[in-house]
């Protein structure tokens, strides 16, 4: 028998916790069908940072990184911990150490009252750009250095052409190379070099100012979208009015060379919400099709399909949370969504 897929459960602060536990139960679901997998659940975060002085020890990093083979993850932010020095070393430390440089992020949605003609899909560089957190603060300065590097460039836009090409949709790459010479730069050079790679991929770039502005105005008129962490962040909270919301969008990063056993990371787009946590209120959905991204990543695609399907389902049924305008609880939506699922 061929070993189980260990998957680390990392629910983290916050809503995290609360949408993290309406899906695991579809891993048992999972097994009921007959996967082969393995929960290890993780309780790094913030309540454990406060309790024993631990982000993410040594240990756990390396549990994670070699014996694991993807980690669902909830969200990481905490009012308490107001320079989020928990958050970089957990969240950050996974996604730069584990090489996850391709942050998926799709926007096609499902809801009703939401136009399903509108079929997105951002490709966010992960590990680098302003987000390396390297700078100074100086009286009456202040520096953030952004860091691009060639091999992370060049691993997100390869997957974003590879997707383009498979699925014969046009790819857009959202830069401001129009003033961040050196590092957009870059990017337009890589781009460059790919596109001549992929003559058949209907490319072209675009300024990422005046790609806001088109996104909203004609979002069906774009397909897949490539941008460097900062952009992309931006980018994907933008789409994701598209589904409904934050509490709708859900994530995969992958390591496409993959280094390391553990190389994907699934989490809803959305963060901690200290607003809403602890309430029940916390949509569920964006963690659901999270999951639903890390089984098709697994090759489970009779799993993914039908995850996504339930959620469809639920959401047609009238189920919604009180960010879609509906009166349902984070459990009762998430009862529903499973509900759904084939036996
Ligand atoms: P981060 O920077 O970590 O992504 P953020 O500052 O962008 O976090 P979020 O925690 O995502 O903020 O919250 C943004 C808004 O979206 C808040 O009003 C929050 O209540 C709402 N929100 C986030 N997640 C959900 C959810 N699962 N269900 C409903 N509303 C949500």
Same mark, same amino acid.
């Given at each position: 028998m061929s070993r189980p897929v260990r998957i680390a459960l990392i629910p983290?602060?916050?809503?995290?916790?609360?949408? $993290?536990?309406?899906?695991?139960?579809?891993?048992?679901w999972a097994v009921a069908r007959g996967r082969c997998l393995e929960a290890v659940p993780l309780p790094y975060g913030a309540e454990h940072y406060l309790a024993t002085g631990e982000t993410l020890p040594e240990h756990a990093f390396t549990t994670l990184r070699d014996g694991c083979d993807a980690v669902l993850f909830g969200a990481?932010?905490? !009012?308490?911990? !107001?320079?989020?020095?928990h958050a970089e070393q957990i969240l950050l430390r996974l996604r730069r150490e584990l090489e996850l440089a391709v942050n998926f992020r799709p926007c096609r949605p499902l809801a009703p009252g939401f136009d399903? @003609?509108? /079929?997105?899909?951002i490709y966010r560089e992960n590990t680098e750009g302003p987000y390396c957190l390297q700078g100074t603060t100086e009286?009456?300065?202040a520096v953030d250095y952004a860091i691009h590097t060639e091999p992370a460039v060049h691993r997100l836009l390869a997957c974003a052409f590879q997707r383009a090409a498979v699925l014969g949709r046009p790819l857009l790459l959202a830069h401001k190379a129009n003033v961040l010479k050196?590092?957009?730069?870059?990017?337009?050079?890589?781009?460059?070099?790919?596109? @001549?790679?992929?003559?058949?991929?209907?490319?072209?770039? $675009?300024?990422?100012?005046?790609?806001?502005?088109? =996104?909203?105005?004609?979002?069906?008129?774009?397909?897949i979208i490539a @941008?460097? /962490?900062?952009?992309?962040?931006?980018?994907?909270?933008?789409? @994701?009015?598209y589904v409904g919301g934050m509490g709708m969008a859900p994530s995969l990063s992958w390591a496409p060379h993959r280094p390391f056993r553990c190389a994907a990371l699934a989490e809803p787009v959305h963060g901690s919400a200290p607003?809403?946590?602890g309430q029940g209120l916390a949509n569920p959905v964006g963690m659901f099709l999270s999951l639903a991204l890390l089984f098709?990543?697994?090759?489970?695609?009779?799993?993914?399909?039908?995850?996504?399907?339930?959620?469809?389902?639920? =959401?047609?049924?009238?189920?919604?949370?009180?960010?879609l305008g509906g009166t349902h609880g984070t459990s009762e939506m998430g009862k529903a969504v499973r509900s759904q699922l084939p036996t």
């Amino acid at each position: 028998m061929s070993r189980p897929v260990r998957i680390a459960l990392i629910p983290g602060d916050g809503v995290g916790g609360e949408v $993290m536990a309406e899906a695991v139960p579809c891993l048992d679901w999972a097994v009921a069908r007959g996967r082969c997998l393995e929960a290890v659940p993780l309780p790094y975060g913030a309540e454990h940072y406060l309790a024993t002085g631990e982000t993410l020890p040594e240990h756990a990093f390396t549990t994670l990184r070699d014996g694991c083979d993807a980690v669902l993850f909830g969200a990481v932010g905490d !009012p308490r911990i !107001p320079d989020g020095r928990h958050a970089e070393q957990i969240l950050l430390r996974l996604r730069r150490e584990l090489e996850l440089a391709v942050n998926f992020r799709p926007c096609r949605p499902l809801a009703p009252g939401f136009d399903p @003609a509108i /079929n997105l899909e951002i490709y966010r560089e992960n590990t680098e750009g302003p987000y390396c957190l390297q700078g100074t603060t100086e009286p009456g300065r202040a520096v953030d250095y952004a860091i691009h590097t060639e091999p992370a460039v060049h691993r997100l836009l390869a997957c974003a052409f590879q997707r383009a090409a498979v699925l014969g949709r046009p790819l857009l790459l959202a830069h401001k190379a129009n003033v961040l010479k050196h590092g957009h730069g870059l990017w337009l050079r890589v781009y460059a070099d790919l596109k @001549a790679q992929f003559p058949t991929v209907d490319a072209r770039t $675009m300024h990422a100012d005046a790609l806001l502005c088109a =996104l909203v105005q004609d979002p069906k008129a774009f397909g897949i979208i490539a @941008a460097d /962490n900062y952009l992309g962040d931006l980018i994907s909270d933008l789409t @994701a009015a598209y589904v409904g919301g934050m509490g709708m969008a859900p994530s995969l990063s992958w390591a496409p060379h993959r280094p390391f056993r553990c190389a994907a990371l699934a989490e809803p787009v959305h963060g901690s919400a200290p607003d809403i946590a602890g309430q029940g209120l916390a949509n569920p959905v964006g963690m659901f099709l999270s999951l639903a991204l890390l089984f098709r990543h697994l090759g489970w695609e009779p799993e993914a399909t039908a995850l996504e399907a339930a959620v469809g389902e639920a =959401l047609h049924a009238g189920f919604r949370t009180r960010d879609l305008g509906g009166t349902h609880g984070t459990s009762e939506m998430g009862k529903a969504v499973r509900s759904q699922l084939p036996t």
